[in-house]
């Protein structure tokens, strides 16, 4: 994933966006990076590897030594990023979140046309380059992101520093991830994540819509281009990957994590006997609402079996060698023992997307005497890869826990059954979740379903994109 802020105000912006982007780490674990405009320099950036440090860390020293009144930073899990162009469109700094999956045909394209790229390690090509080319290959910036829109398969949300001192933010096409606006006394934002510009003192101005484009000034903000009328947000925001105390389409994150596992607590009584459970648990740190309102929901007793340790080994400060990482990960687990020994526990999790972890979450409550284990997802089984975002997404749907298991149960025959095997009632859907259940020591396992998840966000189905449970576009 990645996120994004940017700031333009009648003074200095740069302290704004360090401390607007530093509130985005929980969005990427790889790269960030700060673009700052001064009418006296021009653009200036910084880019930094946090994959072992903070993005505070890295960027302290910008505070200090850049200034200007606009400014934009990322974080990213994915290239490194803003990059600076100069085009005849303009000279700006360039920084997108999403995934461009038709990057072989942009690249023909603009080769075609005599362009060119500057090729990082492997011959791999930046994707805000490429971006940046789509746009350059236009007369103007609305021209051009309206082209990059359109051109690319998958998801760009765009953010641009010009040389005019202006901010020009333009959301995904299909509105998958948000861009919100905020007001400040001496200036405005653009945002991922709500909270992020709300601590710094600025006030909610609006959402931009799908494929909405508008440039911020410390004036104001224009729309270049109005937004359309199909959107397809990301579910997972509320999920997963949102931060509790955001907003996205006027539903709030943690409100909505309480009441999906209250939904799910109800629905999940009608077939599972609760009596046998001394606690409900939630998998730090997203699977704990959902375990929440589960645990109201169906008057057993919410507990924090373990805990997990991250002073000093946060989630993007984590080892290279893959041996030191297993036991980074085995360190983080502190046993509340009075919760686990001989102890029946429920536990909920965000989602289960390969299982690895969550495995190792289990053998480590069974070392420490828990009694069963029962595992709930709080979203519906992932059968397909996303191929809009970064999120799980992998080298093939294989990866993915559900899938295997129906090889597993039917080879090849049960990709015909996605379906089927989604759903906890039928023949295949059980056979699923025992053999999930045996691999795992599970005591039982159950997922929510996707009418109990909409349920919960709240938004109209068509609105959402689902498309990682159902495979539907």
């Known amino acids: 994933m990645g996120g994004f802020f940017g700031a333009v105000k009648k003074n200095d912006a740069v302290f704004d966006v360090f401390i607007g982007t ?13 673009a700052v405009y001064d009418p006296s320099i021009g653009l200036q950036r910084e880019i930094h590897n946090i994959e072992n440090a903070p993005f505070r860390t890295k960027f302290e020293k910008v505070v200090s030594e850049m200034h200007g009144n606009a400014a934009i930073g990322c974080i990213s899990d994915t290239d490194p990023q803003p990059l600076l162009m100069v085009s005849k469109v303009g000279t700006y700094a360039i920084c997108t979140i999403g995934i461009i ?71 995904d096409r299909m509105g998958r991830l948000p861009i919100q606006l905020g007001k400040g006394e001496d200036g405005y934002c653009a945002s991922f994540e709500s909270f992020a510009y709300r601590k710094l003192g600025y006030t909610d101005l609006r959402e931009l819509g799908p494929g909405e484009i508008v440039e911020i000034s410390a004036d104001g903000v224009e ?7 199909e959107m397809r947000i990301c579910a997972f925001l509320w999920s997963y990957y949102g931060y509790p105390t955001s907003s996205y389409e006027g539903v709030n994150v943690e409100v909505m ?37 589960y645990s109201n929901a169906c008057k057993v007793p919410f507990a924090r079996p373990y805990i997990k340790y991250t002073p000093t080994w946060s989630r993007s400060f984590m080892p290279v060698d893959q041996t030191e990482r297993n036991k980074v990960a085995k360190m983080k687990l502190i046993p509340v023992h009075e919760f686990i020994e001989g102890k029946r ?17 289990v053998d480590f409550l069974y070392s420490h005497g828990a009694k069963a284990v029962h595992m709930r997802s709080a979203c519906p089984p992932i059968m397909y890869g996303c191929k809009y975002l970064n999120f799980s997404r992998s080298s093939g749907d294989m990866d993915l826990i559900t899938r295997r298991t129906m ?3 039917e080879g090849e025959e049960a990709v015909k059954y996605v379906k089927d095997y989604a759903d906890s009632s039928s023949a295949r859907g059980k056979a699923m979740r025992k053999a999930i259940c045996d ?18 966000i709240g938004i109209e189905p068509c609105k959402l994109c689902t498309y ?3 495979g539907k576009e």
């Open 22 to 34: 530093d509130y985005h780490s929980h969005l990427g674990t790889k790269r960030g990076g700060m």
């Open 101 to 171: 999956n038709n990057s072989e045909d942009i690249l023909k394209e603009v080769l075609g046309y005599g362009g060119y790229f500057d090729a990082m390690t492997g011959s791999k090509i930046n994707a805000n380059e490429m971006v940046a080319a789509l746009i350059n290959s236009k007369n103007n910036y609305v021209e051009g992101i309206r082209y990059a829109q359109q051109r690319i398969s998958g998801t760009a949300s765009i953010m641009l520093l010009t040389d005019r001192g202006t901010i020009i933010a333009a959301r």
């Open 223 to 229: 729309q270049l281009a109005p937004a359309g009328k």
């Open 257 to 293: 994590r309480c009441k999906n596992g209250e939904i799910f607590a109800k629905n999940d009584a009608k077939t599972h006997d609760m009596h046998a459970i001394d606690y409900v648990g939630g998998v730090p740190d997203s699977g704990t609402p959902h375990a929440i309102g």
């Open 345 to 361: 526990l429920l536990l909920v999790d965000d989602s289960i997307v390969r299982g690895t972890q969550l495995k190792e979450t």
């Open 407 to 409: 090889m597993e149960l």
């Open 439 to 456: 691999k795992f020591q599970f005591e039982s396992l159950e997922f929510q379903s996707i009418d109990g998840l909409i349920e919960a």
């Open 468 to 470: 990682c449970w159902t």
